[in-house]
C-alpha cells in the first residue's frame, strides 16, 4: 500500500496520525510513505509495518521523467497493490497515473478546494468551519476499504520521551520549572506575529521566576533573531544555532508544558507529542482545517475581522497594506492565553 505526501512539512506531519493508527488498525497490510528527505525524519516509532521513505524530488525524482523513474524503482522494491495519493498536487498526479498505467488502483485526496475559495475570498465569505486535513486523509483510507479508529495518542506513546534523548540540548527540567517553548517565524508573512511584539512577550515571559524559554526556528534569516532574543533575556535558549533534528527536538516537546506558535509546521510537531499550543493566527483561519491534531479552538488567538481570512496558507499579501490581524493582537492577550493553559495543569 502506497502513500504519497511530499510535502509541505506540516501537511506531512498531519498525516502521522492518520497513517500510525491505520497501520496498527491493518498490521497484515504493508504501509510505504514516500515523502521528501527532510520530512522522513519525522516519522520516529513508527508501526512494524509502516516503512518511511524520503526521496529527493529536486534532483533524482525531479520532473515527469522523475516520477516515472519512482514508480519504477518503487515496483522493482515492492509489491504494490494500491496507491493513496494525500497531496494532491500535479507531482502525485504524475506518479498515480503512471500506476494506474501498469493496472494499480489510485485513490486521491479532495481538498475541497471550492469550499476553501469561498471562505477566503474577499467578498460574501462563507463562514463555516470546513474538515480538517486529517479527515480528509481518514476519508481517503476509507474509501480503500480500510477500517480503522483514531488511536494515535503520542511518537513516544503513554509515556514521556526519555530524558537522555534531548541531552545534548539541555539537562533534564527542574522540579517546578516551567518550560515554554516558542516558535515565532513561519514560511508567509500573512502568519508572523510581528517580531518587536514578539519580543515584548518573550521579555515578560522570560522575567517569570522557575520559567525557561525554548526558541525554535530554522533557516538564515531566522538564526540571528533568535540568538538575539537568547542573548538578551534571561532563561532564554534558541535551538536555532544547531541542527538537532526532529527526534531530539520532539523529544524535548515532549517534556514542556505549553508551547506558542503561528499556524505553522511547529504547531503540528507538538500535537504529534501531546503538548498544548497557544497558536497565534493572521490571514489564515482554523476553520480551513488545519487547527493542530487535539489542540483547541480556544487555544487560537486572531482577531475578529472581516478581512478574515484571506488565504488558506498565509501567501497572499494583505489588501490593506497593514498586517492588522497580527499587529492588531496585544502580547498580554497571548500570555493570558499561555497562563490559562499552564494554570489547568495543576
Not at 504519497?4 to 510505504?32: E, H, K, Q, W
Not at 539537562?171 to 514560511?187: L, N, R
Not at 493566527?281 to 478574515?308: D, F, I, K, S
Request: glycine letters at 6%.
Amino acid at each position: 500500500m502506497l502513500v504519497v505526501r511530499f510535502s509541505a512539512l506540516g501537511d506531512v506531519a498531519m498525516t502521522v496520525p492518520v497513517l500510525y493508527s491505520v497501520c496498527r488498525a491493518n498490521p497484515s497490510t504493508r504501509f510505504i510513505i514516500v515523502t521528501q528527505q527532510v520530512a522522513s525524519t519525522l516519522f520516529i516509532n513508527t508501526p512494524d509495518n509502516l516503512v518511511v521513505l524520503g526521496v529527493d524530488t529536486k534532483v533524482k525524482y525531479h520532473g515527469i521523467g522523475g516520477m516515472l523513474k519512482l514508480k519504477n524503482d518503487l515496483i522493482d522494491t515492492y509489491e504494490i497493490d494500491a496507491v493513496a495519493d494525500l497531496h494532491d498536487v500535479f507531482r502525485s498526479w504524475v506518479l498515480g497515473a503512471f500506476f494506474k498505467l501498469v493496472g494499480v488502483p489510485y485513490f486521491r485526496l479532495k481538498k475541497g478546494r471550492s469550499g476553501k475559495r469561498a471562505l477566503t475570498r474577499k467578498h460574501n465569505k462563507r463562514m463555516l468551519p470546513l474538515i480538517s486535513s486529517r479527515a480528509r486523509y481518514r476519508e481517503v483510507f476509507y474509501r480503500m476499504g480500510f477500517s480503522f479508529e483514531d488511536t494515535f495518542s503520542s511518537l513516544f506513546g503513554p509515556e514521556k520521551a526519555p530524558t537522555e534523548a534531548f541531552a545534548e540540548i539541555t539537562a533534564p527540567k527542574p522540579d517546578g520549572v516551567k518550560w515554554i517553548a516558542i516558535a515565532p517565524f513561519a514560511k508567509h508573512k500573512g502568519k508572523i506575529y510581528p517580531l518587536d511584539l514578539m519580543e515584548k512577550l518573550v521579555e515578560t515571559l522570560s522575567a517569570r521566576k522557575n520559567t525557561h524559554i525554548f526558541l525554535l526556528g530554522a533557516g538564515n534569516n531566522e538564526r540571528p533573531e533568535l540568538r538575539r532574543l537568547a542573548d538578551t533575556y534571561p532563561n532564554v535558549t534558541t535551538l536555532a544555532d544547531k541542527r538537532n533534528g526532529f527526534p531530539k527536538e520532539l523529544a524535548l516537546l515532549n517534556h514542556c508544558d505549553v508551547m506558542l506558535s503561528m499556524d505553522s509546521v511547529n504547531m503540528h510537531l507538538a500535537s504529534l507529542v501531546q503538548l498544548t499550543v497557544v497558536s497565534v493566527w493572521g490571514a489564515t483561519h482554523p476553520y480551513c482545517g488545519n487547527l493542530g491534531w487535539h489542540q483547541e479552538e480556544r487555544n487560537a488567538v486572531q482577531l475578529n475581522m472581516a478581512c478574515r481570512p484571506c488565504s488558506v496558507i498565509g501567501d497572499k499579501p494583505c489588501m490593506y497594506h497593514d498586517y492588522f490581524c497580527l499587529k492588531g493582537i496585544a502580547p498580554s492577550l497571548i500570555i493570558t492565553h499561555i497562563d490559562q493553559v499552564l494554570q489547568a495543569q495543576k
